[in-house]
């Protein structure tokens, strides 16, 4: 069925080292993607965007690589820091429009300091 | 540039109470969604909301509704409160007409005894 989830639960990083979160989709006519980033007793907060036209998108310590072909999503986040730690979300917008935002259940990302 | 805000932060209500939370999305943006979000379930979608009307409705009993005002301020109201109704609810918006580019806000937290 269609579904937007993570191939891991929990991540464990050192201190310094590149992250990886991978998320999987199985609508092709997913058009939007979004990574959001959650510290326990807030909000989700935005992080990174992008569309199906693009199949990269780089920002501030992070990078958003989309494969459409394997419809597959990963967030890398570079030289990773205490302060990431939190469960990060991917989110998918189905088809064009007014559509919800579907999110995947979630990763969790600890850093080792 | 103030971020979304929801009121309240935290709520306890008694099972059968009905309950009103609040929102207020960020200025200039006019789009605004509710989730509910649960350890079990993750973010589910609720409904959303843009130019005072109701474009999206997620999978919930009738119990949940929501309206929006002119001012783009949004509420959500449950009636009939079941315990299975403790979650974390929150609101984003979005400078979009589709939804993309959603802010959220701190989340209330709602606590049915």
């Known amino acids: 069925g269609e579904s937007v989830g993570l191939h891991l639960p929990t991540l464990s990083v050192q201190e310094g080292d590149n992250s990886i979160i991978n998320c999987a989709y199985s609508n092709s006519a997913s058009d939007y993607f979004i990574w959001y980033k959650q510290e326990s007793g807030k909000g989700p907060q935005f992080i990174i965007d992008i569309r199906s036209n693009m199949d990269k998108r780089q920002g501030q310590r992070v990078t958003v690589l989309l494969n459409k072909t394997v419809k597959h999503l990963s967030l890398q986040i570079a030289a990773t820091q205490p302060g990431d730690s939190a469960v990060y979300f991917c989110?998918?917008?189905?088809?064009?429009?007014?559509?919800?935002?579907?999110f995947g259940k979630g990763t969790r990302l600890s850093v080792i300091a | 540039k103030a971020g979304v805000t929801q009121t309240p932060r935290y709520l306890i209500k008694t099972r059968g109470q009905q309950v009103t939370l609040s929102c207020s999305p960020i200025?200039?943006?006019?789009?605004v969604s509710w989730y509910q979000q649960t350890p079990g379930q993750g973010l589910q979608f609720l409904f959303e909301?843009?130019?005072?009307?109701?474009?999206n409705k997620g999978n919930f009993p009738g119990r949940f509704s929501g309206r929006q005002f002119s001012n783009s301020r949004s509420e959500m109201n449950v009636s009939t409160l079941e315990l299975g109704d403790s979650a974390l609810y929150l609101c984003a918006s979005s400078p979009r007409r589709e939804g993309t580019e959603a802010f959220f806000g701190q989340g209330t937290r709602l606590t049915v005894v």
């Open positions: 989110a998918e917008k189905r088809g064009s429009g007014n559509t919800p935002l579907v």
């Open positions: 200025s200039g943006h006019r789009s």
């Open positions: 909301y843009f130019s005072e009307t109701q474009r």
